[in-house]
């Protein structure tokens, strides 16, 4: 089934995300047409290679184009008109930068795979279950029941003035109507029943003046209820989600809700505030003793003024955090003179405000507090906000080609060895507004908007400890800029952490960790069983301390072994083939009265990026011997993938007959039938002459025993051999001496 199929299949809750990954970059129509060709092209591999970016796009307008000749057969209008402007909209935005859509397209299928890896994940962890909570939907809930209330509660206030003006006005046309009568008639009886009824509608409006302020006052409470718990509350709360979805949790929906709600308030306060400017024209024509509006309307207009500035203030929100394109699973880590992009969304959606409001980026200035360094950016630093921005029609901005720039009096000879990613910085977005005829605010009313801590890099190198940084402080912390955090990190709790580092692998290649693997992770971490909910980690022995034996840390183990996976055993580690993370006491247990010839993966302890695998056996005697092979490294793995590597392993057995001791995966599925889609080609004798001819001895693999098993030395007997027609080949297409270098390099390996 392909993948996007796969995704129709979703709950609502997980389309929901789905929906959120498509726009103009990218639309979704294109993906659903072109499904299948789209997860067949390696979009990854033309990330940093224009040429082949360009043949992909080519082929993607190719696509559409047979797609488009098909629908105008079948004259389907609607979906003509659809086809033709998608192709001018990819044309024009990908046409001169073609390396750009295989940077979207890839994060797309990336994005995808995780979504469903988290669907099929049966466990929530403690973080995502306090952000799905039931208690926080019904919040949510009540708010927009709350903003709506408040909307027609203006609405009606609105029509308490026009019927005070409309009675102000009979007032107005009566009253001048008896002073332009002549002097003797003032003295009539009808002149005095005039004024009886003069009388009794000024009291009317007395009475309905009072009653107007009365319900702006109750609107304007009920706004600054709404405004200081229930919204800013909201707001809080999807800022926090913001900060989880960057270290790959579930993505953060909520803030069209949020922007509806920012909108319906603004448009609440700004019809009272219009009420009370009418109010104020009442009193021109109309005043008298006790007047409650130049008593009343002072006070509220000031506090619809404030609320007004408030709001506008909480408004501007940094919708996408600033990260680097070539980087999409790594945001919040920038590496200076490379690109980066950041966007920037004013959740009051008014529109007067198009295209007046225009955004400048600019460094943090409290980041010089913690650091001597300094950076400037280069690039379109200012831009306007418009609707036309985001698809949805949200009043945003975007900056594309931001590159920040370290200022070469501070750059010294700083190298990678000195690098600290403690040092974290942030940017600063202050708007300017051209101020439209209505709108009471001025250009300094907008508050800045701040980007989260970012680290910044000078070497791709850098980048694991700059990373682990980025997940420390924002699982830590919910304050946008506390950047004097790493004086003295907090430590932070067990179940949070591995519920973080199962988001990496999902984010990052596709699928989490299930709670096993977890359970081996946390005994890495902390040397013994545990209770989660007890346990506190420490930032040190998460990212600065060496594991018990070993020159490397916790963190840069974990790193290495998530790049093995990404590039070189992806889909096998996306179809589950992968067990990971179980300790070699732990296999053991497992493989325990299991069928002779079933195996499992396992990543390396001991190495750097290594992957193994294990076996099980019976000896003559019954005993249940177990064999697990040197771990294999990026270098082995980048000459031969590993499904080809399991398929083809091969041992001798009795009489130098060799045969493959690989039967099932753990726990009992038939290796062809786990592997059998990943096998690159099907083993013949050219290959094995192109294998002698480049003489890559390196990949005749040695079986590994215990010493516990085999308490003497191993023998020559003991190498990994190979078969009696591979070792035909190579005596055919190599000389005595190579020959004889290889042998002894291969039995050096072995002692």
């Given at each position: 089934?392909?993948?996007?199929?796969?995704?129709?299949?979703?709950?609502?809750?997980?389309?929901?995300?789905?929906?959120?990954?498509?726009?103009?970059?990218?639309?979704?129509?294109?993906?659903?047409?072109?499904?299948?060709?789209?997860?067949?092209?390696?979009?990854?591999?033309?990330?940093?290679?224009?040429?082949?970016?360009?043949?992909?796009?080519?082929?993607?307008?190719?696509?559409?184009?047979?797609?488009?000749?098909?629908?105008?057969?079948?004259?389907?209008?609607?979906?003509?008109?659809?086809?033709?402007?998608?192709?001018?909209?990819?044309?024009?935005?990908?046409?001169?930068?073609?390396?750009?859509?295989?940077?979207?397209?890839?994060?797309?299928?990336?994005?995808?795979?995780?979504?469903?890896?988290?669907?099929?994940?049966?466990?929530?962890?403690?973080?995502?279950?306090?952000?799905?909570?039931?208690?926080?939907?019904?919040?949510?809930?009540?708010?927009?029941?709350?903003?709506?209330?408040?909307?027609?509660?203006?609405?009606?206030?609105?029509?308490?003035?026009?019927?005070?003006?409309?009675?102000?006005?009979?007032?107005?046309?009566?009253?001048?109507?008896?002073?332009?009568?002549?002097?003797?008639?003032?003295?009539?009886?009808?002149?005095?029943?005039?004024?009886?009824?003069?009388?009794?509608?000024?009291?009317?409006?007395?009475?309905?003046?009072?009653?107007?302020?009365?319900?702006?006052?109750?609107?304007?409470?009920?706004?600054?209820?709404?405004?200081?718990?229930?919204?800013?509350?909201?707001?809080?709360?999807?800022?926090?989600?913001?900060?989880?979805?960057?270290?790959?949790?579930?993505?953060?929906?909520?803030?069209?809700?949020?922007?509806?709600?920012?909108?319906?308030?603004?448009?609440?306060?700004?019809?009272?505030?219009?009420?009370?400017?009418?109010?104020?024209?009442?009193?021109?024509?109309?005043?008298?003793?006790?007047?409650?509006?130049?008593?009343?309307?002072?006070?509220?207009?000031?506090?619809?003024?404030?609320?007004?500035?408030?709001?506008?203030?909480?408004?501007?929100?940094?919708?996408?955090?600033?990260?680097?394109?070539?980087?999409?699973?790594?945001?919040?880590?920038?590496?200076?003179?490379?690109?980066?992009?950041?966007?920037?969304?004013?959740?009051?959606?008014?529109?007067?405000?198009?295209?007046?409001?225009?955004?400048?980026?600019?460094?943090?200035?409290?980041?010089?507090?913690?650091?001597?360094?300094?950076?400037?950016?280069?690039?379109?630093?200012?831009?306007?906000?418009?609707?036309?921005?985001?698809?949805?029609?949200?009043?945003?901005?975007?900056?594309?080609?931001?590159?920040?720039?370290?200022?070469?009096?501070?750059?010294?000879?700083?190298?990678?060895?000195?690098?600290?990613?403690?040092?974290?910085?942030?940017?600063?977005?202050?708007?300017?507004?051209?101020?439209?005829?209505?709108?009471?605010?001025?250009?300094?009313?907008?508050?800045?908007?701040?980007?989260?801590?970012?680290?910044?890099?000078?070497?791709?190198?850098?980048?694991?400890?700059?990373?682990?940084?980025?997940?420390?402080?924002?699982?830590?912390?919910?304050?946008?800029?506390?950047?004097?955090?790493?004086?003295?990190?907090?430590?932070?709790?067990?179940?949070?952490?591995?519920?973080v580092l199962s988001w990496q692998f999902s984010s990052y290649v596709g699928r989490g960790l299930n709670a096993d693997q977890l359970s081996m992770l946390a005994e890495k971490l902390t040397g013994q069983q545990v209770i989660y909910s007890d346990y506190q980690v420490s930032w040190s022995k998460f990212c600065k301390e060496h594991l018990p034996g070993k020159s490397f840390t916790f963190w840069v183990w974990l790193e290495a072994i998530l790049e093995l996976i990404k590039k070189h055993t992806l889909p096998l580690w996306i179809d589950g083939c992968i067990m990971g993370f179980v300790s070699k006491e732990k296999q053991r247990v497992l493989l325990k009265d299991k069928t002779p010839g079933t195996f499992l993966?396992?990543?390396?302890?001991?190495?750097?990026?290594?992957?193994?695998?294990?076996?099980?056996?019976?000896?003559?005697?019954?005993?249940?011997?177990?064999?697990?092979?040197?771990?294999?490294?990026?270098?082995?793995?980048?000459?031969?993938?590993?499904?080809?590597?399991?398929?083809?392993?091969?041992?001798?057995?009795?009489?130098?007959?060799?045969?493959?001791?690989?039967?099932?995966?753990?726990?009992?599925?038939?290796?062809?039938?786990?592997?059998?889609?990943?096998?690159?080609?099907?083993?013949?004798?050219?290959?094995?002459?192109?294998?002698?001819?480049?003489?890559?001895?390196?990949?005749?693999?040695?079986?590994?025993?215990?010493?516990?098993?085999?308490?003497?030395?191993?023998?020559?007997?003991?190498?990994?051999?190979?078969?009696?027609?591979?070792?035909?080949?190579?005596?055919?297409?190599?000389?005595?001496?190579?020959?004889?270098?290889?042998?002894?390099?291969?039995?050096?390996?072995?002692?």
């Open positions: 089934m392909s993948q996007w199929n796969q995704v129709q299949q979703l709950e609502t809750k997980f389309l929901e995300q789905i929906d959120q990954l498509y726009d103009d970059k990218f639309p979704m129509e294109v993906r659903h047409l072109l499904a299948q060709w789209i997860e067949n092209q390696d979009w990854e591999s033309a990330y940093n290679n224009e040429p082949m970016a360009a043949i992909l796009l080519q082929n993607l307008f190719i696509k559409l184009d047979e797609h488009l000749d098909r629908v105008s057969q079948e004259k389907n209008l609607l979906l003509i008109h659809n086809l033709k402007r998608i192709r001018k909209l990819l044309q024009g935005k990908y046409q001169s930068n073609p390396m750009h859509v295989a940077v979207v397209v890839s994060n797309c299928l990336r994005e995808e795979r995780r979504i469903l890896a988290t669907a099929n994940m049966p466990l929530q962890g403690p973080l995502e279950k306090s952000l799905q909570s039931s208690l926080v939907s019904e919040r949510q809930r009540n708010t927009e029941h709350k903003v709506s209330a408040i909307k027609n509660s203006a609405q009606m206030t609105e029509q308490d003035v026009k019927y005070l003006e409309d009675l102000q006005e009979e007032f107005d046309f009566r009253y001048k109507t008896m002073q332009s009568m002549e002097q003797n008639d003032k003295n009539n009886i009808a002149m005095k029943q005039e004024m009886l009824i003069l009388q009794e509608m000024l009291n009317t409006i007395d009475f309905r003046r009072k009653e107007v302020l009365r319900k702006m006052a109750r609107v304007i409470e009920e706004m600054e209820d709404l405004m200081n718990n229930s919204l800013m509350e909201e707001l809080m709360d999807w800022k926090r989600r913001q900060q989880i979805a960057c270290l790959g949790g579930p993505l953060h929906g909520g803030l069209d809700q949020l922007q509806n709600c920012f909108t319906l308030l603004a448009e609440s306060l700004f019809q009272i505030r219009r009420q009370l400017e009418k109010l104020d024209e009442f009193l021109v024509k109309l005043t008298y003793e006790g007047d409650s509006i130049p008593l009343q309307r002072p006070h509220l207009l000031e506090r619809v003024t404030f609320l007004l500035y408030s709001l506008f203030q909480s408004s501007l929100v940094v919708e996408k955090q600033p990260c680097m394109p070539t980087h999409p699973q790594r945001p919040l880590v920038l590496k200076t003179l490379i690109q980066f992009t950041v966007k920037l969304r004013l959740l009051i959606k008014l529109p007067e405000l198009n295209s007046q409001i225009k955004v400048k980026a600019a460094v943090d200035k409290n980041a010089s507090t913690i650091s001597s360094r300094r950076f400037l950016l280069c690039g379109t630093h200012v831009k306007a906000m418009a609707m036309d921005e985001s698809a949805n029609g949200s009043l945003s901005v975007e900056f594309r080609h931001l590159q920040p720039k370290e200022m070469k009096s501070c750059m010294g000879n700083k190298g990678i060895e000195d690098f600290t990613p403690e040092f974290v910085y942030g940017w600063a977005f202050p708007p300017t507004l051209g101020t439209p005829a209505h709108l009471f605010f001025s250009m300094s009313s907008l508050h800045q908007a701040s980007s989260l801590p970012v680290v910044m890099i000078s070497n791709v190198s850098q980048l694991p400890n700059a990373w682990a940084s980025i997940i420390w402080y924002n699982l830590s912390t919910n304050e946008p800029q506390s950047l004097a955090f790493f004086n003295n990190p907090p430590s932070v709790s067990l179940s949070q952490l591995l519920e993966l396992r990543f390396s302890e001991s190495n750097l990026g290594g992957i193994t695998f294990t076996w099980v056996y019976r000896s003559e005697s019954g005993e249940e011997i177990y064999h697990s092979v040197e771990p294999y490294n990026k270098g082995r793995l980048t000459a031969l993938p590993f499904a080809d590597i399991l398929r083809d392993y091969k041992v001798i057995v009795a009489d130098s007959v060799s045969e493959n001791p690989l039967k099932y995966l753990y726990p009992d599925i038939p290796k062809d039938k786990a592997f059998g889609k990943h096998y690159s080609s099907q083993p013949n004798e050219d290959n094995l002459v192109q294998l002698a001819k480049n003489v890559i001895f390196p990949h005749f693999v040695h079986v590994s025993r215990s010493l516990s098993d085999y308490p003497d030395p191993p023998s020559p007997s003991d190498l990994l051999p190979m078969s009696p027609s591979v070792y035909a080949v190579l005596r055919e297409h190599l000389s005595p001496t190579v020959m004889e270098t290889a042998g002894n390099a291969m039995m050096v390996c072995q002692e």
